[in-house]
């Protein structure tokens, strides 16, 4: 693949965002936890000369970088800092120094890529308008962007757009992949508590509240609301990962509670609607059948991360432009997998890419979120030119 000018210009940079890549491998930090990667992150971007604010939402950074051409357009360019409550196996010389943590999702190297790209952006200032650079704490179920957005993110740093980017276990290096409208899923966890009399499974079960029956049925249940409430042209996931109830030490008594727990997944507003409606209903239905008593509860944790179209359009042009059309796939196949990068996306218009990590050839396949994970440091020039590519297209002089 010939190297666009940006990948030139980048090149005498990655020694050291490598460098700063495996340092913060080796210290990993947990959501809103992240007190050594933000000050590294601060301290890099005063030392480039970029206007920093911290303690954004906790633990975030924003830096501000303005252009020595007119403009008045501002975007906001997002990367994701926090690690994993997963112990690492790869046996890297920069493993984990943190037992029990690691970067097994890759924000390690989506914060270096920001930075690089923010370096450049900082000493080559030929556009036109602002470009605030994001460090987002606690992507993974701790809220860092509601953290940032409560912190008044848009107000304190106005964005006309923003842009998000993750990195793809098994997809090629210098390839990207995106695909307009809902790109990833909306989701929940839910819990179902049943209640009832109890009683002696063998002497008297007449005289009971069976709830296994009734939790029999509600889980059999579960399984005709996606294709029967819900089109079965409309992607929807409702998966059972808990049912609980009695004790195996006294097998012979029926349990007086029951509780059942799982997970959804859903890409509109519709959808959730419908889940949980059908799902309360079928609790209370089943219960007020059976003589049982239910509670339910869901905790919303992610909503769809739906992709704008001009700004799709506007990320397309950046990747074909550094690594050329053909290794764009602009029809990314949809995903079950949360970001919460989505909520920022319903305040401001924007996109969110993937760029490869490599295959199993390249060294870049091992599943997100696994203990073998690593983020392949031949990814980095790729992300990093990527941000600098879309500068160009979004506050060229002529944009």
Wanted: with cysteine; glycine share 14%; proline share 5%.
């Amino acid at each position: 693949m010939p190297q666009s000018k940006t990948l030139q210009a980048i090149a005498p940079h990655l020694a050291e965002l490598t460098a700063i890549r495996q340092d913060l491998h080796a210290h990993p930090e947990m959501g809103l936890e992240e007190v050594r990667t933000s000050a590294i992150v601060a301290e890099r971007l005063k030392a480039w000369g970029i206007e920093v604010s911290e303690r954004i939402g906790g633990t975030g950074v924003v830096g501000t970088i303005r252009g020595r051409l007119p403009g008045q357009r501002a975007i906001g360019l997002r990367a994701d800092m926090d690690a994993l409550a997963i112990p690492e196996l790869t046996g890297l010389p920069y493993a984990s120094k943190n037992p029990g943590f690691m970067h097994a999702c890759g924000h390690d190297g989506h914060t270096t890529m920001l930075l690089g790209a923010a370096r450049h952006l900082a000493e080559h200032r030929d556009f036109a308008g602002t470009v605030q650079v994001i460090f987002q704490p606690a992507e993974e179920g701790r809220g860092g962007a509601l953290a940032m957005l409560a912190d008044g993110l848009f107000e304190r740093f106005p964005c006309d757009a923003v842009y998000g980017m993750h990195n793809r276990p098994g997809m090629q290096l210098g390839h990207f992949g995106i695909r307009k409208g809902p790109a990833m899923a909306g989701g929940s966890k839910f819990f179902v508590r049943f209640t009832g009399t109890g009683g002696h499974g063998g002497g008297t079960p007449h005289l009971s509240t069976d709830l296994t029956i009734v939790q029999a049925h509600y889980v059999l249940g579960l399984q005709t609301i996606v294709g029967r409430n819900i089109s079965a042209f409309e992607p929807a996931v409702i998966s059972v990962g808990h049912i609980g109830g009695g004790d195996k030490e006294a097998a012979n008594v029926m349990p007086a509670e029951l509780m059942i727990a799982g997970t959804t997944r859903h890409y509109s507003d519709a959808i959730k609607e419908t889940t949980e409606r059908r799902m309360r209903e079928l609790a209370h239905g089943l219960a007020a059948m059976h003589g049982a008593g239910v509670e339910v509860t869901f905790d919303w944790l992610a909503e769809p991360l739906v992709n704008h179209p001009e700004e799709t359009d506007t990320a397309v042009r950046a990747a074909s432009a550094l690594v050329g059309a053909s290794a764009v796939n602009t029809e990314h196949p949809l995903t079950g997998g949360g970001e919460d990068f989505a909520f920022m996306l319903r305040k401001k218009p924007g996109a969110y890419i993937n760029v490869g990590n490599g295959t199993a050839a390249e060294g870049g396949d091992a599943g997100l979120h696994t203990p073998q994970y690593n983020f392949n440091d031949a990814a980095i020039p790729y992300g990093t030119a990527y941000w600098i590519e879309l500068v160009q297209q979004e506050l060229s002089p002529a944009a």
